[in-house]
């Protein structure tokens, strides 16, 4: 059974260095909505070993309040992968992010590992959590099946400097080189009823670009943002919190819908704009987005 944490709310996911002590010891005080654990790129070839030691004490003995906790463990064509899994999961991690994906099967072989972790470890059955990393040509083309590859499997988040290179072009700023990704795995996210996250913006010297960057993907339809560094999180939680503009027309339009349908009238106008059946979800999902960020005082 898997848990209720697949649908939690993830604006942010702040990418930390599992080794080092003084990054991951209290990352929640900068209120991300999750942290990534990286055991993969931010760990030197010689230094996995002791990565996994911090990470695993990190997992059994800090309270991370309530943020959830995230590993990306190493890619499956290294020696690595399986033993991170083995840390990750005795420790008691909430999800794994598999990098370099390119297939379904990619994400079961991780699952069956997970799997045999949980009972290993003695973690509750469904647990933990999956998540794909998509940083080439061909795993954007199988996003779909990669998003349907296992019901573990939460969200799918695009790796940008990987991609890019695989198209032979680079990060240019605009967001020109990662259109066509971005487009193809939200709309694969979205068919499969999964999550769908953004890449990272490095500049760090250019907030008004980084905020440009999100309101471009937020007007796309992702759920959230992978970032790098503390001062991008209330940028991001900021456009992807719904405001009180967008909560009060929603509340009204929840209403008139469940009002109206009692009486069978199907079309009808609120603050000048006509609604039909097909607004519900979108508002109720603008409520639920309310609620969770903790911005709600309605009664809905």
Known sequence: MINANKKRLRRTMMFLNAQKPGLIKDPYIYKPDSIMLDLEDAVAENQKDAARFSLYHALKEINYRGCERVVRINGLDTPYWEEDIHCAVA????????????????????????????????????????????????????????????????????????????????????????????????????????????????NLDDMEGFRHDVETIHLMGFDGKSIINPRQINIVHEIFTPTQKDIIFAEKVVKEIDEKKALGIGVFTVDGKMIDIAFYDGAKRTIELAKASGVYKGDL
């Open 91 to 202: 420790g008691g991690c909430d999800a794994i992010r598999i990098p370099k994906t390119e297939s379904a099967l990619d994400v079961q072989r991780v699952e069956t590992v997970v799997e045999e972790c949980e009972k290993k470890y003695g973690i509750p059955e469904g647990h933990t959590l999956i998540m794909a990393a998509i940083e080439s040509a061909r795993g954007v083309m199988k996003a779909l099946d990669i998003c349907e590859a296992s019901e573990r499997l939460f969200g799918i988040a695009l790796s940008g400097g990987d991609y890019t290179k695989d198209l032979q072009t680079h990060i240019t700023g605009t967001g020109l080189e990662l259109m066509g990704a971005r487009q193809n795995m939200i709309i694969a996210a979205r068919a499969a009823g999964v999550q769908c996250f953004d890449t990272v913006y490095t």
